[in-house]
């Protein structure tokens, strides 16, 4: 029976949504039908025919499952999009916090340069009175002081190329020949050790730029 009323081509009367329309328009035939295509490979589709000669409209499980499937991708894409902002926003708070401390330790190496300033600031000005006492209680009496361990610290951090690193060289040898030069209270000798300990300094500040952050030079 179903099958016979798929097969009929008789229209269905339905109420034209146009109240002014004419008795002969009030009704627009709509023709349920089969698909003769269909029918060949023994499955059935409902087709609804309007009665115009343009093509069929075919509703197919697979139209909507394609529909269903797709709409679910779009909705995974979005799920998607959103994780991948949380995650990138994760991402720039990480590297925000890892350009902080970056900042934070590059001015604790800088405050060791800065006390370095100072020291070499304090034994010159002792030098220039052939103060030697004064110039030694300043350096502590070798190279293993605090503050010129702490100098190195910084030294190796900052210096990236050779040439930064041979001033750095050449500014350790000339502040470990200060300092025996004036514990043997050699004036001369400790004075041309300090200038080229300067030297070497301010020319590894030059290469590095940080002559401008640094007070004193």
Same mark, same amino acid.
């Given at each position: ?10 229209? $269905? ?5 146009? +109240? ?7 009704? @627009? +035939? $709509?023709?349920?039908?089969?698909? +003769? ?7 059935? /589709?409902?087709?609804?025919? @309007? ?5 069929? &409209? ?10 269903? &499937? ?15 902002? *949380? ?20 001015? /604790? ?29 300043? =350096? ?12 190195? *610290?910084?030294?190796?951090? =900052? ?19 200060? *300092? ?11 004075? $041309? ?16 730029? =940080?002559?401008?952050?640094? @007070?004193?030079?």
């Amino acid at each position: 029976m179903a099958k016979n009323i798929l097969s009929t081509s008789n229209p $269905i009367l339905l109420p034209s949504s146009s +109240p002014s329309s004419s008795s002969s328009s009030f009704v @627009k +035939p $709509i023709h349920v039908c089969s698909n +003769p295509i269909i029918k060949s490979t023994s499955k059935r /589709e409902l087709t609804l025919c @309007k009665a115009t000669p343009h093509s069929p &409209i075919v509703v197919t499980k697979r139209g909507l499952s394609i529909s269903f &499937i797709t709409s679910f991708v779009l909705s995974l894409a979005g799920k998607k999009n959103a994780n991948a902002a *949380i995650l990138e926003a994760d991402d720039d708070e990480e590297l925000l916090e890892k350009v902080k401390r970056d900042r934070k330790k590059r001015l /604790e190496k800088q405050g060791y340069l800065q006390d370095l300033v100072y020291k070499l600031s304090a034994v010159g000005q002792a030098l220039e009175k052939n103060d030697l006492s004064a110039a030694g209680s300043v =350096l502590g009496g070798s190279t293993d002081a605090d503050w010129v361990q702490r100098a190195n *610290i910084a030294f190796n951090k =900052l210096s990236s190329s050779s040439e930064e690193k041979t001033e750095v060289d050449a500014f350790n040898s000339s502040l470990a020949s200060l *300092i025996s030069s004036v514990s043997k209270k050699d004036v001369e000798s400790s004075k $041309i050790a300090f200038v080229s300990s300067a030297t070497a300094f301010e020319k590894w500040t030059s290469m590095t730029g =940080l002559a401008a952050q640094l @007070k004193g030079l």
